[in-house]
């Protein structure tokens, strides 16, 4: 069984910023390709970024390109999420992503899902 544990999150004005962090927990030696995804109420789930499981080659969701960074400090276990320039449209659930098979993309999520940590983007 492998944990996805969240942190983060919170309320921010429009044009802050704020950072995510997320841990996977499991079988030792395994790596994950990691990666976010988001859910506005009344919305469908969105692809926000991801890393391979060598905590390399980023990918973006085109609503954050240019405005999040996503990262590792320990490729293949835990990834985060700094988020830049934030607008009222960013407001959703952000959901950490992981599978040990392939890297989460648009589309193809992977199979393990954290718990959810609220954004609020709000003045």
């Known amino acids: 069984q492998v944990g996805l544990v969240e942190s983060g999150g919170g309320l921010v004005q429009p044009g802050g910023s704020l950072r995510l962090s997320c841990a996977a927990s499991?079988?030792?030696?395994?790596?994950?390709?990691m990666g976010w995804f988001r859910q506005a109420p009344g919305k469908e789930r969105e692809f926000v970024a991801s890393?391979?499981?060598?905590?390399?080659?980023?990918n973006y969701g085109s609503s954050v390109s240019g405005r999040f960074t996503i990262s590792s400090d320990n490729a293949g276990n835990t990834v985060s999420l700094e988020m830049n320039s934030l607008k009222p449209e960013d407001t959703a659930v952000y959901y950490c992503?992981?599978?040990?098979?392939?890297?989460?993309?648009?589309?193809?999520?992977?199979?393990?899902w954290g718990q959810g940590t609220q954004v609020t983007v709000s003045s």
């Open positions: 992503n992981a599978d040990s098979r392939f890297t989460p993309r648009d589309g193809a999520p992977g199979i393990y």
């Open positions: 499991g079988r030792a030696g395994t790596t994950y390709g």
């Open positions: 890393l391979n499981w060598k905590g390399i080659s980023p």
